[in-house]
């Protein structure tokens, strides 16, 4: 019997910048094989940029908000959906949770839609299927990580990383299947990111590069506490000299401004043209207050007085006292930006705590943190001392992190990496690896049994 593969009908009808329909999605009403709607290049092309477009409404902060909330920088939000992720509840299935797991694996399927089809188009050449499949693997290896991250425990968290992990999806299907080990799951992600590393292009637009692949692969192994891959990766990128650290601390310039240090993000267009995508809902719309009302996202005091602790610090500007709590200014008056996800600053972070951490040229890390604090000081004037420490140099990259990724959902990761590496760490008071702290699956994943959720309980 011939498997189905089911493209929605609007494939044939969409352009070279998709819309953020999801007109494919598992086999729905109305669809159509995919050998009816993959017949030329342009339409392979199409699908590959409806993987990017999943991405890029993801990223808009629906993403980020959801892994801040998981961390210690925010005061209680208001709203049942992100109160229960911020309490770290996991007998809760809520929408904004559930809609961010599905359209990640909306993405995937959309990816192994187009790698296990390049055969239906004859007059695609070799060199545009291996660009497209490298870069599919790139988005596919991507969103894995994000969900192992967020929905089980850290890489490091039982020995030989035995404990469950989520559904290694690799073919364009929705069957029911049992969760994947942990270890499984990141072999499976470094396999997909070496095959993208070594056949995407240097330069490919708004796309995923060869750099990307490279950035991607620094972020996990830093993850995985593999310092010594984490410093190489991350210096390839670095030493490329492609990028450069953005001028001032905003990171999010108004479009169309490209910020010299994004390695891979996701494009907004500008209002007016053919095709508008303001990538920021999600940032905008809950820490943004308008001047009438709280937002739904403050920063809490602690992470403010942890900011403050140098009154000279020019990310202070960030922070807005708000009745106890700080409104996040990194956005403010912002109605679209281009959002960067692997970008210098991080990398140059990753590397220095990387170098640290492995015994390697310490001069080379505090030059690393250097640059951050002159960016956000003055030249000279909070330098690291060039007689500091390993564990000083530690100290104050993750200080650097920690502060520059605020509002990024980025912290969450590095907290538990550390609980995985060993290190006493809490989270509001809450173990680094308790329940609450791995996200509840959704409802449909428990249609087979051969799937276990996360245990129930919470963090209290």
């Known amino acids: 019997m011939k498997k189905k593969l089911y493209i929605i009908a609007a494939l044939a009808l969409s352009t070279a910048v998709v819309s953020?329909?999801?007109?494919?999605?598992?086999?729905?009403?109305?669809?159509?094989?995919?050998?009816?709607?993959?017949?030329?290049?342009?339409?392979?092309?199409?699908?590959?940029?409806?993987?990017?477009?999943?991405?890029?409404?993801?990223?808009?902060?629906?993403?980020?908000?959801?892994?801040?909330?998981?961390?210690?920088?925010?005061?209680?939000?208001?709203?049942?959906?992100?109160?229960?992720?911020?309490?770290?509840?996991?007998?809760?299935f809520t929408p904004t949770s559930n809609g961010v797991?599905?359209?990640?694996?909306?993405?995937?399927?959309?990816?192994?839609?187009?790698?296990?089809?390049?055969?239906l188009i004859p007059d695609l050449a070799a060199s545009e299927r291996t660009r497209m499949e490298a870069e599919a693997r790139f988005i596919r290896a991507f969103c894995h990580w994000n969900v192992v991250k967020t929905w089980a425990q850290p890489y490091g968290s039982t020995p030989g990383n035995t404990h469950m992990g989520i559904i290694i999806r690799e073919e364009a299907s929705n069957v029911p299947k049992a969760r994947n080990t942990v270890a499984e799951v990141y072999s499976f992600i470094l396999s997909d990111l070496q095959f993208a590393m070594a056949n995407?292009?240097?330069t490919n637009g708004n796309y995923a590069t060869k750099n990307a692949a490279v950035g991607l692969l620094a972020m996990?192994?830093?993850?995985?506490?593999?310092?010594?891959?984490?410093?190489?990766?991350?210096?390839?990128v670095i030493n490329s000299g492609m990028y450069a650290l953005n001028d001032t601390i905003d990171r999010y310039p108004l479009n169309p401004s490209v910020n010299p240090e994004t390695v891979f993000g996701t494009v907004s267009s500008?209002?007016?043209?053919?095709?508008?995508?303001?990538?920021?809902?999600?940032?905008?719309?809950?820490?943004?207050?308008?001047?009438?009302l709280d937002p739904n996202l403050m920063f809490n005091n602690e992470f403010y007085n942890f900011v403050a602790l140098n009154g000279s610090d020019d990310r202070l500007g960030w922070f807005q006292s708000n009745s106890g709590k700080y409104q996040n200014m990194r956005f403010d008056g912002k109605l679209y930006f281009n959002v960067p996800i692997i970008y210098l600053t991080?990398?140059?972070?990753?590397?220095?705590?990387?170098?640290?951490?492995?015994?390697?040229?310490?001069?080379?890390?505090?030059?690393?943190?250097?640059?951050?604090?002159?960016?956000a000081f003055g030249a000279?004037?909070?330098?690291?001392?060039?007689?500091?420490s390993a564990q000083q140099v530690i100290d104050a990259a993750r200080r650097e992190y920690r502060i520059e990724t605020a509002g990024e959902g980025k912290w969450i990761d590095q907290l538990k990496r550390m609980g995985a590496h060993g290190e006493n760490i809490t989270i509001r008071n809450a173990p680094w690896n308790c329940p609450g702290l791995a996200l509840q699956f959704p409802n449909n994943e428990f249609t087979s049994a051969l799937f276990v959720g996360n245990p129930e309980g919470g963090c209290n």
Request: hydrophobic content about 35%; some cysteine; aromatic content about 12%.
């Open 220 to 236: 996990i192994y830093f993850h995985m506490n593999d310092y010594t891959q984490a410093e190489t990766y991350a210096s390839l």
């Open 270 to 292: 500008t209002p007016g043209d053919a095709h508008t995508d303001l990538r920021t809902d999600n940032f905008v719309g809950n820490y943004n207050a308008s001047g009438i």
């Open 346 to 375: 991080e990398l140059k972070l990753i590397r220095a705590e990387s170098i640290a951490q492995s015994g390697g040229d310490l001069s080379i890390a505090i030059q690393d943190i250097n640059d951050i604090r002159d960016r």
């Open 200 to 202: 995407l292009p240097e």
């Open 380 to 388: 000279g004037i909070n330098d690291l001392d060039p007689a500091s």
């Open 20 to 92: 953020c329909e999801k007109w494919l999605e598992y086999p729905p009403e109305g669809a159509i094989l995919a050998e009816d709607a993959l017949k030329t290049p342009d339409d392979a092309q199409r699908l590959l940029n409806s993987c990017y477009d999943v991405l890029a409404n993801l990223f808009d902060g629906r993403y980020q908000n959801v892994c801040e909330l998981m961390g210690d920088n925010l005061a209680t939000p208001t709203g049942l959906d992100y109160n229960a992720i911020y309490n770290h509840e996991t007998n809760f």
């Open 101 to 119: 797991y599905g359209d990640f694996y909306y993405a995937v399927y959309r990816c192994n839609s187009l790698i296990k089809n390049f055969d």
